[in-house]
């Protein structure tokens, strides 16, 4: 019988809340930025989708330096929340879906992005010459034409929140009941010889992938078979 303290069940329920939540997040943002990067001519567009790109390509702590100096007390976003609020983001829950966010919304963007790019811009051109308004055409035409690639997006965003570790460590630290992920907790044991109890996060954090996974697959199925 797999035994499971509740350190450890906090981890699960706190990963899952932060990946629901960053999920939320990034797919809002991500399909909207991705939208503009798709349809619209920006300048400096090539800077522009290097800097989207970087937090999928420089190391988790490295991004997690960048936001510990932005975010800390002393770091120019930071220090005005902390004079204003005398709160600070650093060591919370807060921290962890702000981190989540960061590492996981280029991946939302640029599956957004490709997605959009896949519709005939002939059909599009044709919509205006029927009068329709740039929102019908968004939420009639090109969102249900664009859903397969979107859904990939929230797919592999959920996915790569699921397993964020080194940024996190770095902002939020891992405080047992409070910041303390699957990722974060699994290492943690490991760090302390307890095999056991992380051989038993690793089988979770598996499944719960997996499951999430084949969940968005059998829904790009049904959309696909309507």
């Known amino acids: 019988m797999i035994m499971i303290e509740d350190t450890q069940l906090y981890a699960i329920k706190l990963t899952i809340q932060i990946a629901l939540i960053s999920t939320c997040i990034v797919s809002v943002i991500g399909m909207g930025i991705g939208y503009i990067l798709a349809t619209k001519k920006i300048k400096f567009k090539i800077i522009l989708d290097i800097i989207i790109t970087l937090p999928l390509i420089l190391p988790p702590t490295v991004i997690g330096y960048y936001l510990l100096v932005l975010?800390?007390?002393h770091g120019f976003v930071g220090k005005i929340l902390f004079n204003i609020s005398g709160y600070s983001i650093l060591f919370t829950k807060e921290?962890?879906?702000?981190?989540?966010?960061i590492i996981t919304l280029p991946l939302m963007i640029k599956s957004a992005?490709?997605?959009?790019k896949s519709i005939d811009k002939k059909l599009i051109k044709f919509s205006h010459m029927l009068g329709y308004s740039e929102l019908t055409i968004l939420f009639k035409i090109i969102l249900p034409l664009s859903k397969n690639g979107l859904l990939s997006g929230i797919a592999l965003s959920f996915?790569?929140?699921?397993?964020?570790?080194?940024a996190s460590m770095m902002i939020s630290g891992n405080i047992p009941g409070k910041t303390n992920t699957i990722p974060i907790t699994i290492y943690a044991l490991v760090m302390n010889g307890e095999l056991g109890k992380a051989h038993?996060?690793?089988?979770i954090i598996t499944l719960i992938t997996i499951v999430s996974l084949y969940s968005i697959r059998m829904l790009e199925n049904q959309f696909h078979e309507q």
Not at 113 to 116: H, S, V
Not at 200 to 203: A, E, G, H, Q, S
């Open 71 to 73: 975010f800390g007390k």
């Open 95 to 101: 921290a962890c879906v702000l981190t989540s966010c």
């Open 113 to 116: 992005e490709i997605a959009f």
């Open 159 to 166: 996915c790569r929140s699921i397993g964020e570790f080194g």
């Open 200 to 203: 038993t996060l690793v089988i």
